[in-house]
């Protein structure tokens, strides 16, 4: 089963799907539920009216949700009742608004989980709208991984290069930590032994979190080069962007950052990773307007990091976001 959730992008879903259904007839019985996550907008009529008018009725629909939940809400909110569902699929897909299914894509997933038991997670390769490639898949985020990412130094990214957050990938098969939710298939049997994904996350860190969980249920994540995705990566919410200087972090963002500290690796930890970051990002300030580089960081980053750290926001793990 594919899972897309869509907020104020129902353009961008009825592109994805129509690249989906050339590919309907490698996966026979394969279902698309296109969970409408309280846009506000006319996006339910327009995915919906879609569907029946290119002929999509057969494997797709739509599923409103009464409020916007975030990403993991609204995931699970397809998920759920397809894991009591008695002919529950093997496997679900999550997969974005703005990405395009290239030909084979999502057989080569399924093909993959057949011939990899162990395989609990698995993950396209990305490619940009114009065709090139962004092979880049994740180590989980790590006291020496945010001092890499503050610092941007090259002596000491180098050094510290197996800690990095972002891993670019070969044009092979490998483990990694965890990948982008853009396009990720998961097991059913994860669910099963971890639940569903943590509501408590609005958007960011939630599928860092969930592959987490899987790896130490003892699941193994992989990354499949074999299955092409195109992705436009930051359409929605313009934090990710690349090339361009990035909108201010949302409160959300920071919210998710925290959660993932606290509840994984505890208090002391939080607040350590809280220093570093803080320390090398102002370092990294210092020295891009001493050599007068371009700034390409979000707006007030600094002081919004510091106003939501452990050691002004407590250590309690956050509430749920509430949109305004």
């Known amino acids: ?31 698309v539920v296109v969970v409408e996550n309280a846009s506000g907008d006319d996006s339910f009529t ?10 999509f009725s057969e494997w797709a629909t739509v599923l409103p949700s009464e409020r916007n939940g975030g990403y993991a809400y609204g995931n699970n909110l397809a998920i759920r009742p397809a894991l009591e569902d008695p002919n529950c699929p093997p496997y679900f897909l999550l997969l974005n608004p ?28 990305f490619e940009n709208p114009d065709g090139k490639l962004w092979p880049i898949a994740f180590r989980f985020p790590s006291l020496l991984g945010e001092i890499e990412a503050g610092l941007r ?31 990720m298939m998961i097991r059913r049997q994860v669910f099963d032994d971890i639940g569903l994904m943590d509501e408590g996350y609005f958007l960011y860190y939630e ?12 699941w193994d994540c992989w990354y499949v ?48 990773t809280d220093v570093v ?12 307007v001493l050599q007068q580089k371009e700034d390409l960081d979000p707006p007030q980053l600094l002081g919004d990091f510091i106003r939501n750290s452990i050691f002004v926001k407590g250590s309690k793990l956050p509430e749920p976001f509430s949109p305004a």
């Open 98 to 125: 703005d990405t395009q299914v290239r030909p084979n894509a999502l057989k080569a997933l399924v093909d993959f989980m057949e011939q990899t038991p162990k395989a609990g997670i698995a993950g396209s390769s």
């Open 207 to 218: 599928e860092t979190d969930f592959c987490l969980q899987a790896k130490r249920a003892g």
């Open 153 to 183: 130094l090259g002596l000491a990214s180098k050094l510290l290069a197996q800690w990095a957050v972002a891993r670019q990938m070969e044009g092979v098969q490998c483990q990694v930590d965890w990948l982008p939710g853009a396009s």
């Open 277 to 288: 970051w803080i320390v090398s990002y102002a370092l990294w300030r210092l020295r891009r």
């Open 46 to 55: 327009k995915i919906q009216g879609a569907i029946a008018a290119e002929n």
């Open 1 to 31: 089963m594919v899972v897309i959730v869509n907020y104020r992008a129902a353009h961008l879903v009825i592109d994805c799907l129509r690249s989906i259904a050339s590919e309907v007839s490698t996966l026979p019985g394969m279902r």
């Open 225 to 272: 080069p074999e299955s092409r995705i195109m992705h436009i990566v930051g359409q929605s919410t313009g934090v990710t962007v690349r090339n361009v200087r990035p909108k201010r972090r949302p409160q959300y963002w920071f919210d998710s950052r925290r959660r993932y500290f606290v509840k994984n690796h505890g208090v002391i930890y939080t607040a350590a």
